[in-house]
């Protein structure tokens, strides 16, 4: 029984991320489901990506928390249009929040030039459910972070298998921190042998030329 | 339907956890409920609890994670008893995989001189769900670290609010991090003002007195 229901609810969902699919393709559209753990980086890489685009791109923000609106309030300040979504205690976004929020957020279907738009969706910081519900995203992105551990591509699996491209923050702190970086890579090339690796620094801005380089070819 | 049946699970896990707590006060066990977000810092708390009061004190460990063995490797080093549970997916763990672990873990009921058992139950890295499943245990702690930011008791209210004891890890980190300790105090006391904050650093093993002293009281 408890099977046959949760199936729905992911059938529902499935259903709901492939109409999300085709509304933001048909609208030039590239929804970009960012995911991570609490605090690995997921606003501020957000902000970073928001100034490297938005003299040539419509960009719109997504903002997904439990609980407040800090991380909506920052991206504001950047004059994007950003909407905050509360789970309530939710564990992750689904594909039915996210049209509400699309039908409701002011972002041009097409940018100068013919170029696409950007929809930038931050999920709620959890490296686990999220990973489980498709959104009707064009790319998935996973953060890491150096404090978080060397070790994390080894126990969060589904988290870096889903992805199509890790970013791996905080390397300011790879001095002050024991980080195997071989062993990082080998716990996501192990998931995933050709996917890209971003390593960058929020606090220094260093490594975002590879990451925008990459992000470009979506939306030409 | 789905409420209803979500319930039937939670009234469940609420029977069992009820029925682990009995066992444990029954058997002179003190169960302590480790939860926070991946890689801030479970293990190597763990490791530095296990040092402290080894020497007087029977202690059995229960590792959570989704996929991998390394947590209860790096225990198993140290001569402590350990179980690791691979939830597979799951996110958090429950009273009934707490009550197989425990049933199957060499933990003696009483340490030398009439003291109590210690078990440390690391959960699934994961700063959400965990809150909401009992497991039968006397506490819970949450630990922060100071890389994932000041903010996040604002965001994973449910979380902070279930603690019995906040810990603050990776304190050295201070230094190279915009981290505002006024407001990750406030953002705490808000939701529970007399709970016990603990600043740590598993680096340098400092503010582990604190610590050590609170969780003695529960021992004796």
Redesign the interface.
Known sequence: ??VK?MKN?MNENEQLAKENRTLFSQNGVVAVNIMA???AGKTSIIQTIINCFRTNTNIAVIEG????T?DAEKIEKSGIPVIQINTC?G?HLDANVIREAYNSIDLKPKSPKGRKSLLLIEN??????PS?FDLGESLKIVIA?V???H??P?????MFEAADAVILN?T??LP??DFDMNEFYKGVRALKPEIPIFEVSCRTCEGFDALTKWLEQYLI
Chains 1, 2 share one sequence.
């Open positions: 029984m408890e229901i609810i753990s609490p605090g928390d439990i609980a407040s800090i205690g564990c709620v910081g959890n490296l686990i459910c489980s972070s404090p978080e551990g070790d994390k080894f126990k969060y699996t589904s905080k300011d702190l002050y921190i």
